[in-house]
């Protein structure tokens, strides 16, 4: 299997295990935007609670260049810890949710 098939199994994988242990609410669907063809990876809750609208990316990742980026995580996982886990190198994952200059500093890609 070449780097990004593999890449992309992961990341699929991943976030499907994220959305399916959300926990289900009345009103609040929990929806998946997987688009492989372009890299695109969203785990979303939408809908409400009494008057309020809820309408949140949870998680995004995106399959660039050779490398996940990860850029979104309301969650207390850490899906990028994860990735290497699962035998991802850590240069290959990007922290594209940290500013450009605080990437060096990360454990992971910088792009």
Known sequence: M???AKYQELVEGLIR???AADRPQAEIE??????????HYQWWNIGWRGF???YRCNIHLDIKDGKIWLQE?????DPAAELVALGVPREDIVLGLQPPGKRPY??????
């Open 2 to 4: 070449d780097k990004l």
């Open 73 to 77: 995580n309301w969650t207390e996982a």
């Open 17 to 19: 295990r994220y959305a």
């Open 52 to 54: 309020d609208r809820i």
């Open 30 to 39: 929990t929806q998946l935007l997987i688009d492989a063809e372009r890299g």
């Open 106 to 111: 990360t454990d992971y890609g910088v792009a």
